[in-house]
């Protein structure tokens, strides 16, 4: 069992930065894939970052590529996601998630889930 709680979400002008934390409880967080997901209302939630269990492969979605990094410290139980020049089109409760599975690209791979949180960006 894993259990997700992000932090670190708010309001973001266009342009602007923020960093998502993810904390994990359990001492097995290095042997799940990590990933980010994100919904907007009235949409399907979608994929947006990704990182093996040892940190050595990142994925990105092709609308978040250039400007988000994901990033894990398996010491610390914590993935992050640096998130740097903020669009408008990126606000959606933001989620982390765990998965032991292949394609960790896509949402149905994950089975451990964080509660969200809200990332606005607007001026």
Do not use: H
Not at 6 to 27: D, T
Not at 29 to 52: C, D, H, L, N
């Amino acid at each position: 069992q894993v259990q997700l709680v992000e932090s670190g979400g708010g309001l973001a002008q266009p342009g602007g930065s923020l960093r998502l934390s993810c904390a994990a409880s359990g001492r097995i967080f290095s042997t799940y894939a990590m990933g980010w997901f994100r919904q907007a209302p009235g949409k399907e939630r979608e994929f947006v970052a990704a990182i093996t269990w040892s940190g050595g492969s990142t994925y990105y979605a092709n609308s978040v590529k250039g400007r988000f990094t994901i990033s894990r410290d398996n010491a610390k139980n914590t993935v992050l996601l640096q998130m740097n020049s903020l669009k408008p089109e990126d606000t959606a409760v933001y989620y982390c998630a765990a998965s032991r599975r292949n394609n960790i690209v896509v949402v149905t791979q994950y089975d451990y889930w964080g509660q969200g949180t809200q990332v606005t960006v607007s001026s």
